[in-house]
C-alpha cells in the first residue's frame, strides 16, 4: 500500500508533531539545554498549530481533475476532515499549555529536566493521531502512544513517595483498560471481520443474530473508555493521579489526554448504529447504561468535590462530572447528531480554556518545584492580596467551570442542555441541572476563599514574585473565557464549519 503525495500533505499536522518530537530527542543527545528543548516543543506547536488551518482550506485536486476540499482518507487507517483538525487543534493548545507551564515549574528540579518535553511531545502525537483515527488499529495505537508516556510523566518526580504512587496506579489502570479496550475490539472484529470504523458500523447495523455479541464488545469498550476517561465506577485513579502528579502535567492529564480519547469516541458513536434512529433495537440498553454511567458521574464528581481540601482534587472530581456532562450529550446524538456534535466541541474549548487556566494557576503558585506542588486551600486563602492577577485568572476559570453567564463555560451548559432537551431526554436534563447546582457551591467556596484577608495566611504565597510566561498564558485563557462567553459565535460557527461534514 502506498500514500500518496497528497495524502502525505493531508497527514502534515501529524508529521510535523511527531517530527518536533524526533527533534527534540536528538537536541537532548547533542546537547541538554533546558530553554533550547522547551522552546522547540512549544514552537513546533505551534506551527502545527499554522497546519491546521492551512490543510483545513487547502484543495485538493482529484483522479477527475476535480478540486475538493477535505475530508480526504490516508489509506483506511486515518481520516483526515475537519473533524479531526479541529481536535487535534484543542489537543496541541493543551500540550504548548502545559510545555509552557512546565518550564518555570522545572527550575527546581534537580533530576534531568528536557526528557520531560520528549515525553510531552509523544503524548500530544498521540493525541492528534487519536483525532484522525478512523480504524481500530490506529485508535488503538493513538491511546497508547497517549497513555505510555503519561507514566513517565505522572511519576516525573519519583523520589515524592506520593508521586510514584500516583504513576503506579494510572500505569496499572491504564494498563486494565487497555486490556477491555482490546477485548472489545476482537470481539466487533469477530462479528464485522473489519477493524475500520465504517465497516463496523455497517455491518452492526446489517445484522441483528449476533447482537449480544456486538452488545458484549462495544460493552467491554465503554468500560475501557470508561478508565480512560474516568467515568464512574472507573474513577477511582483521578483525584490520587491529579493530586499526585506534577501540576502541569495534571493539566495535560486533565485536557489533552481527555479531549484526544473523547474524540474518538465520538468517532465511534457516529459510525456505529448507535448513534442512528434506525440502528438497532437492542443498543436502546447500551444508551441506558451509557446514560446511568453519565448521571453517576456527574453526581459522584460533585458530591466528592464537596469535602476536598486540595485544589488538584477538587479539579479532579470536577472532572469527572464535566465527562459526564459530555456523555449526556454523547447519548443525545442518536436524535440530532449534529447539535449533539457541535454541543460537544463548544463544551470541550470550554472545558480545556477553565481547566488548562486553573491547573495553570496552581502550576505558576507551585513554581519553581520545591518537594511538593502548593495545591492545599492555604496556599491560595487571600492570593488577591499578593497576586490579583493570579486570582483572577482563577475566578474566571472557576465561574466558567460553574457555568456562570459571561463565560464560555455558560455557553457550553447551555448547549448540553439544549441537545438533551431537544432529544428529550428529561431525566438527563434533571442530572445536568443537579449536578450545575452541587458544583456552584465548592466552586464560589474555592473563590471566596481567593479574597479572605485571613492574617494566619498572609505570608502563605510561595510563587514566583516576578510575572511569568505561564501566567500571562493563564490570563490569555481567562481572556479568551470571557470573552467567547460574551461573544460566542466565532466558536459556533467553528465547531458548527468543522463537523458538518462529518456523518
Request: contains cysteine; proline residues 3%.
Amino acid at each position: 500500500m502506498t500514500i500518496t503525495p497528497l495524502e502525505l500533505l493531508a497527514m502534515l499536522p501529524l508529521i510535523l508533531v511527531g517530527l518536533t518530537a524526533v527533534i527534540v530527542m536528538l537536541s537532548i543527545a547533542w546537547r541538554r539545554d533546558h530553554l533550547t528543548s522547551a522552546a522547540i516543543t512549544v514552537v513546533g506547536f505551534l506551527l502545527t498549530l499554522v497546519s491546521l488551518i492551512w490543510v483545513y482550506g487547502y484543495t485538493f485536486p482529484t483522479e477527475l481533475g476535480e478540486e475538493t476540499l477535505l475530508p480526504r482518507a490516508v489509506t483506511s487507517l486515518l481520516l483526515v476532515d475537519g473533524f479531526a483538525l479541529f481536535y487535534s487543534g484543542l489537543v496541541l493548545i493543551a500540550g504548548m499549555g502545559t510545555a509552557i507551564f512546565a518550564y518555570h515549574w522545572l527550575d527546581g528540579f534537580n533530576d534531568n529536566k528536557e526528557e520531560f518535553y520528549l515525553l510531552l511531545t509523544i503524548a500530544v502525537t498521540g493525541g492528534v493521531l487519536l483525532g484522525m483515527s478512523n480504524h481500530m488499529a490506529s485508535m488503538f495505537i493513538g491511546i497508547e502512544l497517549i497513555s505510555i508516556p503519561l507514566f513517565g510523566l505522572v511519576a516525573y518526580t519519583f523520589e515524592r513517595s506520593r508521586t510514584l504512587e500516583a504513576g503506579i496506579k494510572y500505569m496499572v489502570l491504564s494498563a486494565a483498560a487497555s486490556s477491555f479496550l482490546l477485548f472489545g475490539i476482537a470481539l466487533l472484529y469477530a462479528e464485522s471481520g473489519s477493524l475500520s470504523f465504517s465497516v463496523v458500523g455497517q455491518s452492526l447495523a446489517n445484522s441483528s443474530v449476533h447482537a449480544p455479541l456486538i452488545l458484549v464488545g462495544l460493552g467491554m469498550m465503554i468500560v475501557g473508555f470508561g478508565f480512560k476517561l474516568s467515568l464512574f465506577p472507573f474513577q477511582l485513579w483521578t483525584p490520587d493521579v491529579y493530586q499526585g502528579a506534577p501540576a502541569p502535567v495534571a493539566a495535560f492529564l486533565a485536557t489533552g489526554s481527555k479531549i484526544a480519547i473523547f474524540a474518538v469516541l465520538v468517532r465511534i458513536f457516529l459510525e456505529a448504529p448507535i448513534a442512528h434512529t434506525d440502528g438497532l433495537a437492542q443498543t436502546d440498553t447500551l444508551l441506558v447504561v451509557v446514560g446511568v454511567i453519565a448521571v453517576a458521574s456527574i453526581l459522584f464528581g460533585n458530591l466528592l468535590a464537596l469535602t476536598q481540601k486540595s485544589a488538584k482534587r477538587l479539579l479532579g472530581y470536577s472532572s469527572i462530572a464535566h465527562m459526564g456532562y459530555l456523555l449526556v450529550t454523547l447519548v443525545a446524538m442518536r436524535v440530532d447528531a449534529q447539535l449533539a456534535q457541535v454541543t460537544i466541541a463548544i463544551y470541550l474549548v470550554s472545558y480545556l480554556l477553565a481547566s488548562l487556566g486553573a491547573f495553570g494557576v496552581v502550576s505558576v503558585i507551585s513554581s519553581p518545584y520545591c518537594g511538593d506542588d502548593q495545591d492545599d486551600f492555604s496556599a491560595f486563602r487571600g492570593l488577591f492580596w499578593h497576586k490579583p492577577v493570579l486570582a483572577l485568572v482563577m475566578t474566571v476559570m472557576l465561574l466558567s467551570l460553574a457555568g456562570i453567564p459571561i463565560t464560555l463555560g455558560f455557553i457550553g451548559k447551555f448547549y448540553a442542555i439544549l441537545s438533551v432537551v431537544y432529544a428529550e431526554l428529561w431525566w438527563l436534563t434533571g442530572a445536568i441541572v443537579v449536578g450545575s447546582a452541587l458544583g456552584l457551591f465548592y466552586y464560589l467556596r474555592f473563590m471566596a476563599s481567593l479574597y479572605s484577608r485571613d492574617a494566619e495566611h498572609a505570608d502563605r504565597y510561595t510563587g514566583p514574585e516576578k510575572m511569568t510566561l505561564g501566567t500571562v498564558f493563564a490570563a490569555v485563557c481567562a481572556i479568551a473565557v470571557i470573552v467567547f462567553g460574551l461573544w460566542p459565535q466565532p466558536i459556533i460557527n467553528i465547531a458548527t464549519l468543522t463537523m458538518a461534514a462529518v456523518n
